[in-house]
Structure formats: structure tokens, C-alpha cells
């Protein structure tokens, strides 16, 4: 093969697996769309049931309670839109607690509740996760 | 008066930064009138001495004379204002405003001085106190360079180090006052507050500056059209070393993540995560590809657009971790204003290199060819995947922000990654076997299959035998583990047949670091196929099992740290007939900043960790016990630190046949 040939031949080889991987990427991306919810999402959007998805917003005031065996917690996850019960077995985040942004990773049940898998609270005062932020924001104006 | 010492020495450094850039510009523009023939491909076949003329080599040695110390004192010189940072860190002088809001007097000596570099100000000045020194390493070190190149790269160097000056001066000065001065400071975040992370932030950004070193070989070679065989046997010890120091970064970085975090994982695609893993991704292609240009003289133009590349990444890293830009569980955020100070530097570096290549990439003639079956069609090939998992990561991690630009709100987490990175990782693996088994420039694919009889039975047999004992593995874990199994086989087969003292060092190098991949890829595939967990509330003297152990929860007890108080669960912890051990985990309370957290214990075996985690104490007296058996997980980061290690050999026997290239020449 001839040089310049072979550097043709390299540059389009680049050229298709840079793509591809746009491609893939993208192509994956469009489900990562609806991967991020929060509670005013569930009503406009449906639930995508039994999927691994991110639920974000504030724990409400006085929703959290310790189920009897000791490692379960339910609690109402919120944006001032819409509530979203939560179950979650296991150790909580050290900064989780009532009135405070949590992200939930888990999933939906059919009858629109959720149940986590993990807990991602915030990690001191100041910090709230720009999602919470942005979505309760969007959520909001949504409903005015 | 220490700060303002501090900040002279930083005004000093800068000036002398100018200065370096001010008379590698002259001696370029120089040198480059005066030998109008210095194309790319003459010089090469010409030697470095000879080929400017004799006049010319009068000016370039002047300047070079010049240039070299310049470098050297502006590396120390900011090397001084780190000193002094840490200094008044040590002293807990709360009149500078960096001191009281990211230190306290109580804190362990440890944690003040690594506090000097755990916070914005800090870090960037450490960014530039190791770009300076490594600037000053080159001007000393490198003689294998064409000498104009040479003080075209310590002037790219400089370009960059002046950048980072100016943020440092205009918009985050790491000596600035305070006053009143108050008694005591903020605190240091207590995730921070770590061994791992007192030593982690310099591992990874020694690998990021020593990447900008091989950008700043790249821009020099691109200004005196000097890339070549010569060109990438100079720049490649600078990429090996960083590669290294990225690797031991990374590692390191995902076993505090692993043990800290108390979540038992070791790896979440966190954006900051991500921004080391892309300068790795990046330098390992151009690792393999500054070998194939030193070794073959090929793939000329790609190695110095990855240079580019790899720098790129390095600094995009920077700015996300650095711009306040992401949620991250690091949780960095700083001023906005100073993310589009780095968005600017970022732009004005990358932009002004990726024009020089475009202006100079018609004079990079193409060096030799070779067939697709051969050492260098493996490597192209290994590039090409390297490349694309760059891609979906760069992708994966810059898309929220770019979609929250648009007003949509999204993150992209694990099954994204796993999803689209995973699969095209398993292949380049495979890949990596195959590579070194491969002739040069062209071989026999009847040869190569013959060459692969063992490893590929290894897989298979492997795969046959999970399939078969395994009972509902998936098939990321089933896939990883038998390719480990063949990949392992492969990675040692260079040495099959050889006589193993006389191999050459670097040969072992190569050996030691593939193998280390095939180590690492077992461990993770085995966490994922293999863990198991117990989630109980634990009554004191109950016993629980997970895996091969029975845990037993004896007491809670208060204990006192430096500036922490805890509540310790001490565990009892059995294994068949076994002599028991005990693991103590905590719950910490910081004082200052208010902060809770959770200190794992592990115990590790030669077969895996256990890992133990204590929650809360519910109103019947039990206690929150999440038990975590991991059987092989170890063997992730101990891959690592092969990698690493082979990296380090590699490093060592190129530099040792160098000198003894060098030592002969000089003979004859």
C-alpha cells in the first residue's frame, strides 16, 4: 500500500469509529434523557416503571419513618409540585435528613411509588445538587 | 510577612515566565531565518548539530544559555511560594483568608499541610509550581532534542505556565489577607481529611503537567517542523512518566473512593472521576503511538494531534473540577467567574494548537508504512478504541452540562457508561493481548493465530467453567473474568522461549503493565459477579453471616480523635475454624465544619475484603450494620500498581539504553 493511500485509509478508519462512537453515545444519551426525575416530572411525563432512574428533591418535613426492622425508611421525596413516596433499605447518608435535597437511585412501582437502591445527600449546608435546583425551578414555573 | 513573600516570589516566577517566553520567541524566530531549510523531513536524516549551520548553532546555544536558567529559576521560584503556602498553613495564621477558611488549628500537621493544596487557590498554585519545575527539568535534562525545539518548547512551556500565573495573581491569589483575623478557621471539608487525599491531588497533577510537557514537545517540534523518530524518543520518557503518576493517581483516587465513601463501590463515573480517566485514556494512546513513531516512524501527524489531545483533556479536567460547573460527590464549587478565566486559558491554549497544526500538518510527512496484521496495525487499532471510549466518556460527562446550557435538566449516570464504554473496553482488552505478539511491519495472520493457541483456549476453558459453575452470572462479569484468564496468558507470552535476564527492561515494562490489566479486570469482574451483602440491624452480641464470615457486634463505644469525636462499633469476626480478628467501624462528628461521617473498616484477606460499614442506632437499642464481602476485589487496585510499575520499568530501561546510546557515540 502505498503512503498516501495508508493515511487515507487511517483517517477514514478515524473518522468511522469517532462517529460510531457519537453515535453510540447519542444513541444511548436519548434514554439518559429520562433518566434524571423529579417529582413534578411523574405527572406530565409517565412513570417508566422498573427502570434504573435518578429521582431528585427535598425530603419532606416530618415524612421520614423507621419501619420496624431496623434498616428500612420510608419517606416523601418533593419539589413542591408533586410528592413521590420512597422506600429505601439501607444505611442513610450521613447528611440526610428532613428538609434537605436527596437524589434517590432506584426505581418506580406501578402504583407511582419509588424504591431506592441508594441515597446521594448533600454534603454540607451550603450544598444543594444543581439538578434539585434546576428542577424545582422548572417544575414550578411549569405549574403557574 | 510570609504571605508577602509568597506572593513576590509568584510575581517574580511570572515575570521570569515572560522572560522565558519573550527569548524562546527570538531565538525560534532566529534560528528558523536563518535556516530556511529545516524542513521536517531533511532534518531528520541530518544530526541535530549539524543541521543548523555553525552560525546558528552560536545563537541557539546563546539563547539556550539563556533560556535554561531562566526556567529553572522560575520552576523554584514558584516552587518558594508553595513552600511558604504551606507554611502558614503549618502556622494557622488565620490573617490569610485561605488559612481561615479551609484550615483550623486543631487540625493534625498532616491535614494543615496537605490543606495548602486542598482547596482552589492552593491547588492551582501547586498546578503551577510542578509545571515550573518540570519546566526547569526539561531545560536541564533534555539534550536528545534539535536545540532550536528545544527553546521552542520551553517557550511553549512558558506560554502555558504564564496563563496559569495570571489566574493565580488576578482571580484567586492564595495570599490574600483577612482582616480581622479570626481565632480559629473553618475547617477542612472531612471527607478531605484522609491520608489518600493528602497525596492524591499531587499524584494526578504531576501526571496532568507532565501531559502539558509533552504538549509544550509537540508545539516546539510543529513551530521547527521537527517531528520525527528523534523528536518522539525525547518526548516519550516525559509521556511515560506522567502516564505513570495518572495511573497511581487514579488508583489511589478509586480505592479512597472505595473505602471512604462507605458505599463498597470503586468506581461511579463522577464527572470528576471522569476528568482524570480522559488525560489517561488520551496519554495511553499516545504512549502506544510515540512508539510507533520512535520505533517504525509512523503515525507522525496522529501522535502530535494526541499530544494535543491529551493536554486538552487535561486541562478540561481542571476546569470541571475547578469551574463549580458540576454536581459531583466531591462538591467543588468555586466562582463561576473563575471557570470562564480557565474556559478562556483552555480556548486560547487549545485553539492556538490546534491552528499551529493546522498550519503545519502538510509539512509532517508521512513516515513508513506497514500491513494491517502487524505490531503497528495492533497499536492503530488500539488508538482507534482508545479514542472512541475518550469520545463516549468526553461525551457522557460535558453533555449534562451542555443540555443544561439548553435549559434541560439530566445527568447521566453508571448505565450510560457501562452500557456503551464497557463493551468496546472488553474488545480493546482483547486487542491488547493480540498487540504484543505481533512482528513489526508485517506478519503472518496464520502466525499470529498459532502465537494465540494458549491464550485463547485460556478464555475459553475460563468461559466454559463459569458458564458452567457460575449459575446466572451476567455477562460483563462472565466475559471479563475469562478474558482476564486469556489476556494474562498473553501478556506474559513475550517472554515465552527467552532468555528472562537478558530480556531488555522495557520489554518487561510492557509485560508487567498488560498484565496488570488482566489483574484489574479480574478483580472488577469478580466484585460484580461474586459480592455479597448483609443489611441487618444488629443487636449487641447477635451474630450475623455474610459470605464465609460470622460477624458479631460486641459493643458501641464513644472515642476522641484530634478534632473528631466517633461512636465505634468494635465487630468480632469468624471464619470457620479460624482464629477470630476484630474490625472497628465509626461514625464520626467533626466540630468544625459540622459534619458527619462514616469510617469503613476492612479486613483484608488473600482472597478479598470484608467490608463493614455502622449506621444508626434505632429506638430499640440495634444498630445499622451493612456487611460487605468482596472476594478478589483487591486484585483492582493491585493491577493498578502493576500498571504502574510496569510503566516505571519501562521508563527505566529506556533511559538506561539512552545513556549507554549516548555513552557509545561519545566513544566512537
Same mark, same amino acid.
Given at each position: ?11 477514514? /478508519? ?14 444511548? /444519551? ?64 450521613? /447528611? ?22 441508594? /441515597? ?25 | ?19 522565558? *517566553? ?37 545563537? %541557539? =546555544?546563546?539563547? *539556550? ?118 481565632? =480559629?478557621? $473553618?475547617?477542612?471539608?472531612? *471527607? ?30 510543529? #513551530? ?18 506522567? +502516564? ?11 480505592? +479512597?473512593?472505595?473505602? !471512604? ?35 517504525? =516512524? ?5 501522535? #502530535?494531534? *494526541? ?13 470541571? #473540577? ?48 506497514? &500491513?494491517?496484521?502487524?505490531? !503497528?496495525?495492533?497499536?492503530? @487499532? ?29 445527568? #447521566? ?26 512482528? +513489526?511491519?508485517?506478519?503472518?495472520? $496464520? ?48 517472554? +515465552? ?52 464470615? %460470622? ?25 470457620? &475454624? ?24 476492612? @479486613? ?14 434505632? !429506638? ?44 557509545? !557515540?561519545? &566513544?566512537?
Amino acid at each position: 500500500m502505498k503512503a498516501k493511500h495508508q493515511r487515507l485509509t487511517l483517517a477514514l /478508519l478515524a473518522v468511522a469509529a469517532v462517529s460510531g462512537a457519537a453515535l453510540l453515545a447519542l444513541s444511548a /444519551l436519548k434514554d439518559q434523557a429520562a433518566f434524571f426525575y423529579a417529582p413534578g416530572d411523574v405527572r406530565k411525563d409517565g412513570l417508566p416503571i422498573g427502570r434504573a432512574v435518578r429521582l431528585g428533591g427535598m425530603v419532606e418535613a416530618g415524612s421520614i419513618a423507621k419501619l420496624p426492622d431496623g434498616i428500612s425508611i420510608r419517606f416523601i421525596v418533593t419539589d413542591g409540585v408533586a410528592k413521590v413516596p420512597v422506600a429505601f433499605k439501607g444505611i442513610v447518608p450521613d /447528611l440526610f435528613r428532613e428538609k434537605s435535597g436527596v437524589v434517590a437511585e432506584g426505581s418506580f412501582n406501578p402504583d407511582g411509588s419509588f424504591t431506592a437502591t441508594n /441515597l446521594l445527600a448533600k454534603h454540607d449546608e451550603k450544598y444543594m445538587p444543581p439538578e434539585i435546583a434546576g428542577k424545582m425551578h422548572e417544575t414550578k414555573s411549569l405549574e403557574q | 510577612m510570609i504571605a508577602e513573600a509568597g506572593l513576590a516570589a509568584l510575581w517574580f516566577a511570572a515575570a521570569l515566565a515572560a522572560l522565558q *517566553l519573550a527569548l524562546a520567541a527570538v531565538g525560534v524566530r532566529r534560528s528558523l531565518l536563518s535556516a530556511p531549510l529545516s524542513a521536517g523531513a531533511d532534518a531528520k536524516k541530518l544530526p541535530a548539530q549539524r543541521f543548523t549551520g555553525v552560525e546558528d548553532v552560536a545563537v %541557539t =546555544d546563546q539563547l *539556550l544559555s539563556a533560556v535554561r536558567p531562566v526556567a529553572v529559576v522560575q520552576g523554584l521560584l514558584a516552587g518558594l511560594a508553595l513552600l511558604l503556602l504551606m507554611v502558614v498553613f503549618v502556622r494557622s495564621d488565620m490573617s490569610v483568608l485561605l488559612v481561615a477558611s479551609n484550615s483550623h488549628s486543631d487540625k493534625p500537621l498532616i491535614y494543615k499541610i496537605a490543606g495548602a493544596w486542598g482547596n482552589h487557590e492552593g491547588s492551582m498554585l501547586l498546578w503551577v509550581t510542578i509545571l515550573g519545575l518540570a519546566g526547569g527539568a526539561v531545560a536541564v535534562l533534555e539534550h536528545r532534542l534539535q536545540r532550536t525545539t528545544l527553546i521552542a518548547t520551553l517557550g511553549a512551556q512558558a506560554m502555558i505556565a504564564l496563563g496559569f500565573y495570571a489566574f493565580l495573581l488576578f482571580s484567586s491569589n492564595p495570599f490574600a489577607r483577612l482582616n480581622p483575623a479570626p481565632a =480559629d478557621g $473553618n475547617g477542612l471539608n472531612p *471527607l478531605l481529611q484522609d491520608p489518600g487525599l493528602a497525596f492524591h491531588p499531587p499524584t494526578l497533577y504531576i501526571g496532568y503537567v507532565g501531559i502539558s510537557v509533552a504538549f509544550s514537545f509537540a508545539v516546539g517540534a510543529l #513551530v521547527t517542523r521537527d517531528v520525527g523518530p528523534a523528536f518522539a524518543r525525547a518526548m516519550r520518557p516525559w509521556v511515560l512518566g506522567a +502516564w505513570i503518576f495518572l495511573t497511581l493517581g487514579i488508583t489511589a483516587g478509586s480505592y +479512597w473512593a472505595y473505602y !471512604e465513601l462507605g458505599w463498597g463501590g470503586w468506581w461511579f463515573w463522577d464527572p470528576v472521576e471522569n476528568a482524570s480517566l480522559m488525560p489517561w485514556l488520551a496519554a495511553t494512546a499516545l504512549l502506544h503511538s510515540v512508539t510507533v513513531l520512535a520505533t517504525r =516512524d509512523g503515525l507522525r501527524a496522529w501522535t #502530535v494531534m *494526541l499530544a494535543v489531545v491529551a493536554f486538552s483533556m487535561s486541562m478540561i479536567g481542571t476546569f470541571l #473540577v475547578r469551574s463549580g460547573i458540576l454536581t459531583s460527590v466531591h462538591a467543588f464549587a468555586v466562582d463561576p467567574k473563575r471557570g470562564a478565566f480557565i474556559l478562556v486559558l483552555l480556548a486560547l491554549y487549545i485553539g492556538g494548537a490546534l491552528l499551529l497544526f493546522a498550519a503545519r500538518v502538510g509539512t509532517v510527512r508521512q513516515g513508513s508504512t506497514f &500491513e494491517p496484521v502487524s505490531r !503497528e496495525g495492533a497499536l492503530v @487499532a488500539n488508538n482507534l478504541l482508545l479514542s472512541v471510549i475518550l469520545g463516549i466518556v468526553l461525551i457522557g460527562t460535558l453533555y449534562p452540562i451542555v443540555a443544561a446550557g439548553m435549559g434541560v435538566q439530566l445527568s #447521566v449516570g453508571p448505565p450510560f457508561f457501562d452500557k456503551t464504554a464497557g463493551p468496546i473496553a472488553l474488545l480493546l482488552v482483547a486487542i491488547m493481548g493480540a498487540g504484543p505478539l505481533m512482528r +513489526w511491519r508485517r506478519d503472518n495472520a $496464520n502466525a499470529v493465530l498459532g502465537r494465540m493457541t494458549v491464550p485463547v483456549a485460556a478464555t475459553g476453558v475460563t468461559l466454559a467453567a463459569f458458564a458452567a459453575l457460575g449459575g446466572g452470572m451476567g455477562i460483563l462479569p462472565l466475559l471479563g473474568l475469562s478474558l482476564a484468564a486469556g489476556v494474562g496468558a498473553a501478556s506474559i507470552a513475550p517472554l +515465552w522461549k527467552r532468555d528472562l535476564r537478558r530480556t531488555p527492561l522495557f520489554t518487561w515494562g510492557m509485560v508487567i503493565a498488560h498484565l496488570g490489566i488482566a489483574v484489574s479486570l479480574a478483580g472488577m469482574a469478580s466484585d460484580s459477579a461474586f459480592t455479597q451483602q448483609t443489611l441487618v440491624a444488629a443487636r449487641i452480641g447477635e451474630p450475623h453471616r455474610v459470605g464465609p464470615f %460470622t460477624v458479631t457486634l460486641e459493643h458501641i463505644r464513644p472515642v476522641i480523635g484530634p478534632n473528631w469525636s466517633a461512636l465505634e462499633g468494635t465487630l468480632t469476626v469468624r471464619r470457620g &475454624e479460624a482464629a477470630s480478628f476484630t474490625l472497628r467501624p465509626q461514625s464520626r462528628f467533626f466540630a468544625s465544619p459540622p459534619t458527619v461521617t462514616s469510617e469503613s473498616a476492612i @479486613a483484608t484477606k488473600l482472597d478479598g475484603q470484608l467490608y463493614t460499614v455502622l449506621g444508626q442506632e434505632d !429506638e430499640q437499642g440495634r444498630w445499622q450494620l451493612r456487611l460487605w464481602w468482596k472476594p478478589f476485589v483487591t486484585l483492582i487496585w493491585l493491577g493498578g500498581a502493576l500498571i504502574a510499575l510496569g510503566g516505571a520499568l519501562s521508563l527505566l530501561g529506556r533511559v538506561r539504553r539512552e545513556r549507554r546510546v549516548a555513552a557509545r !557515540e561519545e &566513544e566512537a
